[in-house]
């Protein structure tokens, strides 16, 4: 099982930037999945997460309103959507998902995680 996060890049501030996770060797359609976020010399941080019964997504303080996770269950994709993106959003993205279906913001519940993928927003 892998998961592939892409769509990173550099955007100067107020930028906006999509990024997807793709899933190959099974299909996560009933899984919580989500997105964390680490930037040098700083711990891995929740961002957001998409689940499938109960709250469907959560988000971290800093980016309410700013980002925005989708799932589409056909392609077997998550995304998330980054707009009115900081210099302080720099940092390398990752996905994960939980082999349950309810949704979670601490990184330890999560059993798969993507390579990541780097994010740069300068001022």
């Known amino acids: 099982v892998q998961l592939q996060a892409y769509g990173g890049g550099s955007v100067q501030a107020g930028g906006s930037l999509r990024l997807a996770c793709a899933a190959s060797g099974r299909t996560f359609s009933n899984n919580a999945m989500g997105w964390f976020r680490q930037a040098p010399g700083r711990e891995r941080e929740f961002v957001a997460a998409?689940?499938?019964?109960?709250?469907?997504?959560a988000y971290a303080d800093s980016v309410k309103g700013r980002f925005t996770i989708s799932r589409d269950i056909p392609k077997g994709t998550v995304y998330l959507q980054m707009n009115s993106l900081r210099p302080e959003d720099t940092a390398v993205y990752y996905c994960?998902?939980?082999?349950?279906?309810?949704?979670?913001?601490?990184?330890?519940?999560?059993?798969?995680w993507g390579q990541g993928t780097q994010v740069t927003v300068s001022s």
């Open positions: 998409i689940g499938w019964g109960g709250p469907r997504t």
């Open positions: 994960a998902a939980r082999r349950g279906s309810g949704i979670a913001t601490n990184a330890g519940t999560f059993d798969y």
